[in-house]
Antibody, heavy 121, light 107 residues
Framework: EVQLVESGGGLVQPGGSLRLSCAAS????????MNWVRQAPGKGLEYVSA????????YYENSVKGRFTISRDNSRNTLYLQMGSLRAEDMGIYYC??????????????WGQGTLVTVSS | EIVMTQSPATLSVSPGERATLSCRAS??????LAWYQQKPGQAPRLLIY???TRATGIPARFSGSGSGTEFTLTISSLQSEDFAVYYC?????????FGQGTKVEIK
């Protein structure tokens, strides 16, 4: 059974930092690009960051460039998102999601349950 | 960046009726489009990929069509469990972008 389990969310003050993790199991993690998608309270899905299967290529949504860093450890089947200089507008549920390899994509078949990030003083 | 535009924002439908949701891409994306369903408090669930292929376990009342820049998700006969928010996503250009969502509510 495929599982993506996020952790690391919580309450942080504006300007603070958090490190999110996503532990993957049930599939060959190293074959898949991985993604972070967030959802602000009552809002839609927003693509935050992505990383290809070997970690060599990354993507960041404009508002998080220079503040967030995505990485992965294929030996531990784990995806990370280091978030810094956090702002109120970064608040929301952060999902990790996957479904695309380097050669094929069928949408994001796998989603975690999400981890909540709250930015408040 | 490819912008995905969904319409309408909200669709009011009676149970048993058909629902038709639209998604438009700002650039050509072939059939590299997925649809997701999200219920309150849950992660999104993949419904359709490749514009028209149902994901594993998705009922036949869900169908997708379109190519290029215009796409449609049709729910042939709405069941109570289908009232939710639906998102389209293009994955023609990495990493992919989402539409803003269509909420399907009970009329």
């Amino acid at each position: 059974e495929v599982q993506l389990v996020e952790s690391g969310g919580g309450l942080v003050q504006p300007g603070g930092s958090l490190r999110l993790s996503c532990a993957a199991s049930g599939f060959t993690f190293s074959n898949y690009a991985m993604n972070w998608v967030r959802q602000a309270p009552g809002k839609g899905l927003e693509y935050v960051s992505a990383i290809n299967s070997n970690g060599a290529t990354t993507y960041y949504e404009n508002s998080v460039k220079g503040r967030f860093t995505i990485s992965r450890d294929n030996s531990r089947n784990t995806l990370y998102l280091q978030m810094g200089s956090l702002r109120a507008e970064d608040m929301g549920i952060y999902y990790c999601a996957s479904g695309c390899t380097s050669t094929s994509c069928s949408g994001f078949e796998y989603w975690g349950q999400g981890t909540l990030v709250t930015v408040s003083s | 960046e490819i912008v995905m535009t969904q319409s309408p924002a909200t669709l009011s439908v009676s149970p048993g009726e058909r629902a038709t949701l639209s998604c438009r891409a700002s650039q050509f994306i072939s059939i590299n489009l997925a649809w997701y369903q999200q219920k309150p408090g849950q992660a999104p669930r993949l419904l359709i990929y490749g514009a028209s292929t149902r994901a594993t376990g998705i009922p036949a009342r869900f169908s997708g069509s379109g190519s290029g820049t215009e796409f449609t998700l049709t729910i042939s006969s709405l069941q109570s469990e289908d009232f939710a928010v639906y998102y389209c996503q293009q994955y023609n250009k990495w990493p992919g972008t989402f539409g803003q969502g269509t909420k399907v509510e009970i009329k």
